[in-house]
């Protein structure tokens, strides 16, 4: 699995408890970019939700 630089800091504020909103204005993109993103890590990790996404982060030391 390879992460880019962009979606490695998507996954850090998502293990957060910030909105999806949240996380485009800390990371300077549109709401929209940020679904991109999520759609790519989800899909990269295996992953179906925000939950399974912050576990997986953990055990891989990812956060």
Do not use: H
């Not at 957060?16 to 899909?43: H, N, W």
């Not at 992953?47 to 055990?59: D, I, P, W």
């Amino acid at each position: 699995m390879r992460l880019n630089e962009r979606e490695k800091e998507f996954i850090k504020w998502a293990c957060s408890d910030l909105t999806y909103a949240d996380i485009a204005e800390k990371m300077c993109v549109s709401p929209r970019t940020i679904d991109g993103y999520r759609e790519s890590v989800f899909q990269k990790m295996n992953v179906k939700s925000r939950q399974t996404l912050a576990m997986e982060a953990v055990r891989l030391k990812l956060n």
